[in-house]
């Protein structure tokens, strides 16, 4: 398979491969530890790509190596050095860098399974669903690189890697002054395109075995939906504004939690509704081509004609008749007061689903126990999410807390949350947000920073038996995203540690 070293064409792969002394050899062991093991392939710059073990943690390990070293690779071992500072679980990871003068390498994670340009030229244009799924993964990624001031500068069909476990993690970082946070976003946009059409939207791919994509005379990208059917309005959407220079490029963190909404839906984008990427602090619909404005406007102008013929026509058959006026006031017979006043719905409880909510889990967390968040919303008193055990009861002052996102899918209006725990003394309220910012530990960051407490703020209140039902909501606005947040965890059943478990959460409104 394609393990890392693909990507796209840079001035400096045009200047052919390196120097070729140095050269290494299977069986022949690196710094002592590393042992290559199989060569797989040499990139566009020509370094070579190998498998290797690693014989002091008995790891698989992939080395990408170039020779000679010193000033040639110092860019490699840079990048290297700088993609080592970012962990996430959508990222290889990187494990040494080493200049051993006469010749330069990187060890990184060693994935098994292919890279998405195998995958889509063995399998051909991938599902929506499929492309939407991988798209989720790289926007997570970059959302965590771009989050540390970073960027990848090598998002490729070639650096896309897809596990056989089903892992989607990206590769080989090799940013330089010419890359920003933008060409990263729109080369998200080109993976879109081609995991949907198998055709690389950007000129830039020179000799690169990824073929040209579709254009017509002018030079203008053919949409996916016009190469083949099946493509969602949405999407084929989606990909065309991320591709489309005129039309501002979102955050990473606000295309990852747009991408977390598309995957969500699945194969069913009929509701997903407009784009909602999320520009600092506000929440803004992307920017649209003149001509579905246009479309837009004449639309609206259509149902506001029709609603005011009506209306007249509401109003002269009402004047019309015998019997006057009907307000109540008005008529001769009001009618009684008890049968005139609507009466005022019960709250339901709303049916919570997994694809619903998630843990959110701050760093240092290490969303370990992210699987669990289910177990809160399947109607099972049995089954729970159990948190980690801490030293302290306020997390041991790693962070301000952890606890259970609800997104409702919709703004609905709420009247109360119950949450069923293991034992008392829980500190616990909740908050509520504007969006998700995204599945990863940058977004739980966001979340915990940016969500907003309901009711009046009591540090000091804590649950006084195992269910605690909160009715904070303002009965004039709806909510979408909700969170339940643990912010004082009560002792663990052996006296000497703390822990809570969440076993049920019902969320009621209209």
Do not use: C
């Not at 069986?27 to 199989?38: D, F, P």
């Not at 907003?452 to 909501?473: C, I």
Request: proline share 5%; charged share 25%.
């Amino acid at each position: 398979m394609t393990q890392v070293g693909e990507g796209h064409e840079t001035a400096a792969d045009a200047d052919g491969p390196v120097m070729t002394f140095g050269a290494p050899t299977a069986g022949e062991i690196l710094a002592e530890r590393y042992q290559l093991e199989v060569h797989v392939n040499d990139d566009s710059a020509g370094r070579q790509v190998w498998r290797g073990i690693d014989v002091v943690l008995r790891r698989p390990v992939a080395v990408v190596l170039r020779y000679p070293g010193g000033d040639s690779a110092t860019e490699m071992l840079q990048a290297a050095v700088d993609a080592s500072r970012v962990i996430h679980p959508n990222l290889v990871g990187v494990y040494d860098a080493i200049d051993e003068g006469a010749r330069a390498y990187v060890v990184r994670e060693w994935v098994d399974g292919e890279s998405l340009r195998e995958m889509v030229t063995e399998e051909g244009p991938l599902d929506p669903a499929r492309a939407t799924a991988i798209a989720h993964s790289i926007g997570d990624a970059l959302a965590a690189v771009h989050a540390t001031g970073m960027v990848h500068g090598n998002v490729h069909p070639g650096t896309a890697l897809i596990a056989d476990d089903g892992r989607v993690v990206l590769a080989d970082a090799r940013a330089d002054s010419a890359d920003t946070t933008e060409t990263d976003i729109r080369a998200v946009g080109g993976l879109l395109y081609y995991a949907l059409t198998a055709r690389w939207p950007h000129t830039e791919v020179g000799q690169s075995a990824v073929p040209d994509a579709t254009r017509d005379a002018s030079g203008n990208l053919a949409a996916p939906r016009q190469i083949r059917a099946g493509v969602p309005a949405y999407l084929d959407d989606l990909t065309m504004d991320l591709l489309d220079k005129r039309v501002a490029a979102p955050d990473a963190d606000a295309l990852a939690a747009e991408m977390a909404r598309l995957d969500a839906a699945d194969d069913d984008y009929d509701d997903v509704g407009p784009l909602r990427f999320t520009q600092g602090n506000g929440t803004a619909e992307a920017p649209r081509s003149t001509s579905k404005i246009m479309l837009g406007v004449a639309a609206l102008l259509v149902i506001a004609v029709i609603g005011l013929i009506f209306g007249i026509r509401a109003i002269t058959s009402s004047s019309g008749s015998s019997g006057g006026p009907t307000q109540a006031g008005l008529g001769a017979d009001k009618p009684n007061t008890s049968d005139s006043q609507q009466a005022v719905p019960e709250p339901q409880k709303f049916k919570l689903t997994e694809d619903m909510v998630r843990i959110v889990d701050p760093p240092p967390g290490d969303r370990s126990d992210s699987d669990e968040a289910k177990l809160v919303v399947d109607d099972n008193g049995e089954t729970a999410w159990e948190t980690h055990r801490f030293n302290t009861a306020k997390f041991g002052n790693l962070k301000k807390g952890m606890g259970v996102l609800i997104n409702l899918g919709e703004p609905r209006n709420l009247s109360e949350i119950s949450v069923e725990t293991s034992s008392p003394g829980v500190g616990m309220d909740i908050r509520t947000g504007t969006s998700d910012p995204g599945n990863n530990s940058n977004g739980d960051k966001k979340v915990v920073e940016t969500f907003k407490r309901l009711g009046e703020a009591d540090a000091d209140w804590k649950s006084d038996g195992t269910k605690e039902v909160f009715s904070v909501f303002d009965a004039n606005t709806k909510y979408q995203y909700v969170l339940v947040f643990i912010t004082e965890l009560p002792r663990a059943d052996n006296g000497d540690r703390f822990q809570v478990s969440v076993s049920e959460i019902s969320v009621f409104g209209y």
